[in-house]
């Protein structure tokens, strides 16, 4: 049997964008274009042109897509002006984009309160505005939003239905149902999308859903059964509140799960899919922002398995804890080094780390005691996979002695400055011998804060080293207070950055002293950096 043809509609760039805190450059939204448009998404709304300069420069010229439909988002037209006279309806008519999705009032409520106008002159003003886009040249595809149409539908049925039958009328593409405030729970999405494709062929009908209720995704799958053909999201469930329906994990569950993988066919194939865990942190790396460990499909601990047993089981058969192949979705699986590893463990993630060693190697009971024996020092390697790495390196005699701290000293004053302010400075002194040569380097450096100058002093001049450093920085800093015994223990994380290659590693560091485990830290986080571009000493 033929599939049928299910379409992706990514809203990232336009509802996404109202992240608190989300503000994309031209830049940005070009690369996330070129994301979106190799995985496969068939329509990729870019934004609001005429609503800010951003936008307007985006839809300003062609996109050159290989397979999706570039899209702008605007209002229908507005009431009591006519197409011509309305300057925010022409600049959306003037978009570069091979459709257009038009936002309309489904609610006669919001018609009342927010328009203003009569339930009449709203269906006439979606009228008018989808036959407007059909008539204006280029020829281009119209989508109508309608806006809280599930409220509206279970407040005032037969008007919800009236404007999304007025769209489909018109000629619109598709008719997209809003749950716009995210309340609308999956068997309600069920029973009136079954309801409203009844009226309007489902081969029309799309859906888009928020996550108020962490429904958004299953909201948008029920929609599928009942009948809806497009579905409307954004990469990493970006957008207000509590977001959209998130196509990283909306992508997999069509393309995997038999039901929908049966059924449906999607602008995403297999081959493509493997590159979704990539795009999602791609996305986050625009944001600036640590990805999530617990995303289902992409998320780092999405194939993590903690317990000896488990962990033995799915060595020998992975289908055993996993529901879908880690690599499906250019993911991997990863068994995580801890007080409960086995032997299994270990020999597993030494294998993914590129270091092959027989079980019966007796450096590997060696290392099995030193990671027990470190953890319960406090040392924590599960978030710190760059320090387990060089632990297990060094076991092995492959880590070589780039440079040696021969001694730090950290000043941290407060005083008046110049202006008379009262100011905290923090200054740090390192001293460091590079190579086992005779000669040490001292840096002086200042920082924000002591363990900030440290860094600073530290990554100043590492002589030949320095060119490899030279795009590490550090990103996040995190410190936990491990009580137990009779003194505290520090335990500090390090996560840093190469700038350019934009990849991301975790050192970790222990001592009852903060800046001694933050120095270990960031010693093992230049050491591995230097390890990892091949640097030789
Ligand atoms: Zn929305």
């Given at each position: 049997m033929?599939?049928?043809?299910?379409?992706?509609?990514?809203?990232?760039?336009?509802?996404?964008?109202?992240?608190?805190?989300?503000?994309?450059s031209?830049?940005?939204?070009?690369?996330?274009?070129?994301?979106?448009?190799?995985?496969?998404?068939?329509?990729?709304?870019?934004?609001?042109?005429?609503?800010?300069?951003?936008?307007?420069?985006?839809?300003?010229?062609?996109?050159?897509?290989?397979?999706?439909?570039?899209?702008?988002?605007g209002?229908?037209?507005?009431a009591?002006?006519?197409?011509?006279n309305d300057?925010?309806?022409?600049?959306?008519?003037?978009?570069?984009?091979?459709?257009?999705?038009?936002?309309a009032?489904?609610?006669?409520?919001?018609?009342r309160?927010?328009l203003?106008?009569?339930?009449?002159?709203?269906?006439?003003?979606?009228?008018?505005?989808?036959?407007?886009?059909?008539?204006?040249?280029?020829?281009?595809?119209?989508?109508?939003?309608?806006?809280?149409?599930?409220?509206?539908?279970?407040?005032n049925?037969s008007?919800?239905l009236?404007?999304?039958?007025t769209a489909?009328?018109?000629g619109?593409?598709?008719v997209?149902?809003?749950?716009?405030n995210?309340?609308?729970?999956?068997?309600?999405?069920?029973?009136?999308?079954?309801e409203?494709?009844?009226?309007?062929p489902?081969?029309?009908?799309?859906?888009?859903?928020?996550n108020?209720?962490?429904?958004?995704?299953?909201?948008?799958?029920?929609?599928?059964?009942?009948?809806?053909?497009?579905?409307?999201?954004?990469?990493?469930?970006?957008?207000?509140?509590?977001?959209?329906?998130?196509?990283?994990?909306?992508?997999?569950?069509?393309?995997?799960?038999?039901?929908?993988?049966?059924?449906?066919?999607?602008?995403?194939t297999?081959?493509?899919?493997?590159?979704?865990?990539q795009?999602?942190?791609?996305?986050?790396?625009i944001?600036?922002?640590?990805?999530?460990?617990?995303?289902?499909?992409?998320?780092?601990?999405?194939?993590?398995?903690?317990?000896g047993?488990h962990?033995?089981?799915?060595?020998?058969?992975?289908?055993?804890?996993?529901?879908?192949?880690p690599?499906?979705?250019?993911?991997?699986?990863?068994?995580?080094?801890?007080?409960?590893?086995?032997?299994?463990?270990?020999?597993?993630?030494?294998?993914?780390?590129?270091?092959?060693?027989?079980?019966?190697d007796?450096?590997?009971?060696?290392?099995?005691?030193?990671?027990?024996?470190?953890?319960?020092?406090?040392?924590?390697?599960?978030?710190?996979?760059?320090?387990?790495?060089?632990?297990?390196?060094?076991?092995?005699?492959?880590?070589?002695?780039?440079?040696?701290?021969?001694?730090?000293?950290?000043?941290?004053?407060?005083r008046?400055?110049?202006?008379?302010?009262?100011?905290?400075?923090?200054?740090?002194?390192?001293?460091?011998?590079?190579?086992?040569?005779?000669?040490?380097l001292?840096?002086?450096?200042?920082?924000?804060?002591?363990?900030?100058?440290?860094?600073?002093a530290?990554r100043?001049?590492?002589?030949?080293?320095q060119?490899?450093?030279?795009?590490?920085?550090?990103?996040?800093?995190?410190?936990?207070?491990?009580?137990?015994?009779t003194?505290?223990?520090?335990?500090?994380?390090?996560?840093?950055?190469?700038?350019?290659?934009?990849?991301?590693?975790?050192?970790?560091?222990?001592?009852?002293?903060?800046?001694?485990a933050?120095?270990?830290?960031?010693?093992?986080?230049?050491?591995?950096?230097?390890?990892?571009?091949?640097?030789?000493?």
């Amino acid at each position: 049997m033929p599939k049928e043809r299910l379409y992706l509609f990514d809203t990232t760039l336009r509802d996404g964008a109202q992240t608190t805190g989300v503000d994309f450059s031209l830049e940005d939204k070009r690369r996330i274009v070129r994301a979106l448009d190799e995985l496969g998404i068939d329509y990729i709304e870019g934004g609001y042109p005429g609503a800010n300069p951003t936008d307007t420069q985006l839809f300003s010229s062609e996109q050159s897509l290989a397979c999706a439909t570039f899209t702008a988002f605007g209002m229908t037209k507005r009431a009591g002006r006519s197409v011509a006279n309305d300057p925010g309806f022409q600049a959306t008519l003037e978009a570069r984009a091979g459709a257009i999705c038009l936002v309309a009032k489904a609610w006669d409520y919001h018609v009342r309160v927010a328009l203003g106008i009569t339930n009449e002159e709203n269906l006439q003003g979606v009228a008018q505005s989808v036959e407007a886009i059909r008539q204006a040249p280029p020829a281009r595809e119209a989508m109508i939003d309608c806006e809280h149409f599930f409220d509206g539908y279970k407040d005032n049925r037969s008007y919800a239905l009236a404007v999304a039958k007025t769209a489909h009328r018109a000629g619109a593409r598709w008719v997209v149902l809003c749950d716009t405030n995210g309340g609308t729970l999956p068997h309600e999405i069920a029973e009136i999308v079954a309801e409203v494709v009844r009226e309007i062929p489902g081969a029309q009908v799309g859906i888009h859903t928020h996550n108020d209720t962490e429904n958004a995704v299953a909201n948008a799958l029920a929609a599928v059964r009942a009948g809806a053909r497009q579905i409307q999201g954004a990469l990493n469930g970006l957008g207000e509140r509590c977001g959209n329906a998130n196509l990283t994990s909306l992508i997999p569950t069509l393309l995997l799960k038999q039901e929908f993988a049966e059924r449906f066919q999607i602008g995403v194939t297999p081959e493509r899919l493997r590159r979704l865990t990539q795009v999602s942190r791609v996305l986050d790396e625009i944001l600036n922002r640590a990805p999530n460990r617990h995303a289902p499909y992409v998320g780092e601990a999405a194939f993590a398995t903690k317990a000896g047993i488990h962990a033995s089981a799915i060595l020998k058969e992975p289908a055993t804890y996993e529901h879908v192949p880690p690599e499906s979705v250019g993911n991997r699986r990863r068994v995580l080094v801890s007080d409960q590893a086995g032997k299994s463990n270990l020999i597993f993630e030494l294998e993914r780390l590129g270091i092959p060693i027989p079980r019966s190697d007796e450096r590997v009971s060696r290392l099995l005691e030193e990671v027990k024996a470190r953890e319960a020092l406090g040392y924590a390697y599960e978030a710190a996979e760059a320090s387990f790495e060089l632990l297990a390196r060094r076991l092995l005699g492959e880590v070589p002695q780039f440079f040696t701290v021969d001694s730090f000293r950290v000043m941290v004053e407060k005083r008046h400055n110049a202006l008379g302010r009262l100011v905290t400075v923090s200054e740090a002194t390192v001293k460091v011998f590079i190579d086992g040569g005779e000669e040490p380097l001292w840096s002086v450096a200042e920082g924000n804060g002591p363990v900030h100058a440290l860094d600073q002093a530290l990554r100043k001049d590492l002589g030949r080293y320095q060119n490899v450093i030279r795009d590490v920085e550090l990103v996040d800093y995190k410190v936990r207070i491990l009580t137990g015994g009779t003194e505290a223990v520090t335990r500090v994380l390090v996560e840093s950055r190469d700038k350019g290659t934009g990849e991301r590693w975790f050192t970790v560091g222990v001592s009852s002293n903060i800046v001694d485990a933050s120095f270990e830290a960031l010693i093992d986080s230049i050491t591995y950096k230097l390890l990892k571009a091949g640097a030789r000493a």
